[in-house]
């Protein structure tokens, strides 16, 4: 990550995460890098062993399944494109062959292939959509597949299994030249809504998690233009501070534990308030 001198320094970060996901095994796309990467860590922290997905970046993975197994726990490194129906399902056929159940599905994988839409090739347009909103569909379906074969075992947890989408702050404040990210986003929302409708009797929890601004590749530019960085800091975050990944690993392992096992159908939003209408402080 490029030094910058425009990143105030965050606080540092509340503790150690609690061992809350003994014995539970969870999947996470898209774990090469960036929130992924900190998610399947943060599951490892909590006690998980971690399937770690990645498409192009094999070293970002493997570097991902090191810190896994620094943490004691078990990593499975997989190449997928979440895009395919046959990736996706061989994804998970390694997962039950290395760990032989699935408590936690993370499908987190998402890219940005930005344009105006009078500019946009139907490319961009369709593989925003295949990846960020399709690739969710596949993970799902595959995970509640395998969350109702083998049932519910309360040694490891109350439910039958959790998902967690990532999404973004996105599902809600539009974004021009971007609209192929925001109506996979926006798309989330409710397949995540109608999906936890559809599974909760079976006590499968679905939820989404939306990041705002976080310290992530994907946000390497805001790191190191100050014009850029200054725009974002002062006028769209309330908190007045970028995100860390941790940020969104600590309510991702919140999600996958029994601690919330009352939570269905959110979506919680870890943007320092980026969706508070920041433009009306002192406006309106
Ligand atoms: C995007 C980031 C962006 C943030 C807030 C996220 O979904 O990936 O690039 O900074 O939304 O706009």
Redesign the pocket.
């Known amino acids: 990550m490029p030094e910058t001198n425009y990143q105030p320094p965050n606080e540092a970060p509340p503790g150690p995460i609690r061992p809350v996901l003994k014995g539970q095994k969870a999947l996470v796309t898209g774990a090469s890098k960036g929130l992924g990467q900190a998610m399947a860590i943060g599951f490892a922290q909590a006690g998980a062993d971690v399937l770690v997905n990645y498409h192009t970046d094999e070293e970002g993975a493997r570097q991902t399944a090191k810190a896994i197994e620094a943490c004691g726990r078990k990593a499975e490194v997989f190449q997928a494109d979440v895009a395919s129906e046959d990736d996706v399902s061989a994804m998970f056929h390694r997962m039950t062959d290395a760990f032989g159940r699935i408590d936690i599905c993370a499908p987190n994988s998402?890219i940005?292939l930005n344009a105006r839409v009078d500019e946009m090739t139907l490319a961009q347009w369709q593989r925003v959509i295949d990846v960020n909103l399709t690739g969710m569909f596949l993970c799902a379906r595959e995970a509640i597949r395998a969350f109702k074969k083998q049932g519910i075992d309360r040694s490891v947890s109350y439910a039958m299994g959790k998902l967690i989408f990532m999404s973004?702050?996105?599902d809600i404040?539009p974004?021009e030249g971007h609209a192929n990210?925001a109506a996979a986003?926006g798309g989330i929302m409710l397949l995540m809504k109608s999906l936890a409708q559809e599974v909760a009797h079976l006590r499968i929890r679905v939820n989404a998690l939306s990041?705002?601004?976080?310290r992530t590749p994907?946000?390497v530019e805001?790191l190191t233009s100050p014009e850029v960085f200054e725009r974002?800091l002062l006028k769209?975050i309330p908190a007045k501070r970028i995100g860390e990944p941790e940020d969104v690993a600590r309510a991702a392992v919140w999600l996958a534990s029994d601690e919330s096992d009352y939570v269905n159908g959110v979506t919680i939003y870890i943007?320092g308030g980026?969706t508070l209408y920041p433009g009306f402080i002192g406006a309106g």
């Open positions: 998402g940005q973004s702050v996105h404040i974004w990210y986003k990041p705002g601004a976080i994907m946000n805001k974002v769209l943007d980026m």
